[in-house]
Every structure is written in structure tokens, then in C-alpha cells.
């Protein structure tokens, strides 16, 4: 059984990294990345925390630069966020995300889910690059969660529903999921083209009509093919422009 990778963004706590370390081992998951840790990497305080065998999984952590880079190659990803709410994606509960999360994975796509730094949580310029959001359904008049914490729910999760999870058949041939680099470059191409056509009008408007194709992108669960259909009937319209 294959597992999730969890992808802490900008964390700021070596503590905290290791205390999600410890976190997921307690439920066989090893796959973490990071994106720009604030104190650097490899983080000493990091190692401390996470208490002997969890160390493995800080040992073989990936690094990067961007959260772009971090998801590039996953089919499918998760947005761990009590905000976001004025975008339009589907919201799952911690439980409901780990069992799409199987049931993904058993047809052989990549998951990811996205942690936020803990003074902020995740952006929305981040939430728009996931397929989904989780919210943890806690007190509304409190509801921040410690990083370690949130990544302890969502591996309790995963680990607690077992492998019984079935595989879900779509139906439908020529079905392999787009994964987020590939999405990316599909908002790369059109935002190129619309701004060439004058599309973002005015110009106080266009970062936001900007964040809203590309949240548009990511929440069509487009397949492989589809995004070659869009990118060649791109090109064809713009055939005559150039």
C-alpha cells in the first residue's frame, strides 16, 4: 500500500518539523517534504525532536524551493486550512480526505497534502495550487491547530482506516490524472496568451482574475488528456494572432 506525502510549507520550528516527524512514523508514513524552512536545513533542533527512529524520515525529507516544486509531481493534493473558504473547492473533513486519499491511491496517483507555516497557515496563493481542502471541524472561537498536532490527525487518519479502503474505477478510458506540473504549465500557457489578448482588465483586477483561473485549473481534476485538449485548442485559436 502506498502512502501520502506531506509537505510542510515554510515551517518555522525545527521542533515542530520533528514533532510531525515523530508524528507520522507513529502510523508507518515517511514520505515528507519541505519548502523553504525559515532556520535552514538540516535543522538540529529538528533532529532532537523527532527521538530516534523518526529520524529516517527527516534523513530522507526532500527540500525545495517553492511549493510549485514541492507538488509537482502529485495527482492530486490537499490543502490543510481552517481559511480558503472564498475559494471554490471541495472541503473534506480529516477523515473524508484520508479515504479519498486511499481510495486515490489505490488507483495509482500521487497525493499530497499541504501544511501552512504555523504563524500564518497556508496562503491562498497556495490553497489555489491544491485540488481540495481539509478543515479540522474544531471550536470556532479557537481553532488553530499546533503543525505537529495537524500532522498527527491526518496520519492518525490515514493509519486508522487500514488498507480495506476499495479502489474507485471513474469509468472512463484515458483517465490518468494531470499532475500539478502539468496543471501549472496549462495556467502558465493561458495566462501568457490572455495577457496578451488584454484579458486582465483592468490592471487592479488582474492578480485576483489571475488567482482565479488558476484555483479554476486545479479544481477541474482535469486528466492528462484534457490538458493536451486545452493546450492545442489554445494554440489553434491563437493561430491567427500570431
Known amino acids: 500500500m502506498q502512502i501520502p506525502t506531506f509537505i510542510l510549507i515554510r515551517p518555522q520550528m525545527g521542533e515542530n518539523i520533528g514533532g510531525a516527524a515523530r508524528a507520522m512514523l507513529n502510523f508507518s508514513l515517511n514520505r515528507l517534504r519541505l519548502v523553504a524552512p525559515r532556520d535552514g536545513w538540516p535543522n538540529p533542533k529538528a533532529v532532537a525532536m523527532a527521538s530516534g527512529a523518526a529520524g529516517q524520515v527527516l534523513d530522507h525529507a526532500g ?3 517553492t ?3 514541492a507538488i509537482a509531481d502529485c495527482d492530486f493534493v490537499f490543502a490543510t486550512t481552517a481559511r480558503g473558504r472564498e475559494l471554490t473547492k471541495p472541503i473534506y473533513t480529516p477523515e473524508a480526505a484520508m479515504a479519498e486519499a486511499r481510495a486515490r491511491i489505490a488507483q495509482g496517483q500521487k497525493v499530497g497534502v499541504m501544511f501552512g507555516p504555523e504563524r500564518t497557515g497556508l ?3 497556495e490553497i489555489i495550487r491544491a485540488n481540495a481542502i481539509i478543515t479540522v471541524p474544531v471550536n470556532p472561537e479557537f481553532y488553530s491547530l499546533n503543525l505537529a498536532q495537524a500532522v498527527l490527525l491526518l496520519s492518525y487518519e490515514f493509519g486508522r482506516q487500514g488498507s480495506d479502503a476499495p479502489a474507485i474505477d ?3 478510458a484515458g483517465s490518468e490524472p494531470a499532475n500539478a506540473l502539468e496543471i501549472e504549465k496549462l495556467g502558465d500557457h493561458y495566462e ?3 495577457e496578451q489578448a488584454g484579458f486582465f ?3 487592479t483586477k488582474a492578480p485576483m482574475m489571475k488567482r482565479n483561473l488558476r484555483n479554476m485549473w486545479s479544481r477541474f481534476g482535469l486528466t492528462r488528456a484534457d490538458v493536451q485538449t486545452l493546450h492545442g485548442a489554445l494554440r489553434q485559436l491563437m ?3 500570431d
Open 239 to 241: 493561430r491567427g494572432r
Open 123 to 125: 496562503e491562498n496563493d
Open 67 to 69: 511549493t510549485a516544486e
Open 201 to 203: 482588465f483592468p490592471e
Open 63 to 65: 527540500v525545495f524551493a
Open 192 to 194: 501568457e496568451r490572455l
Open 170 to 172: 471513474p469509468g472512463l
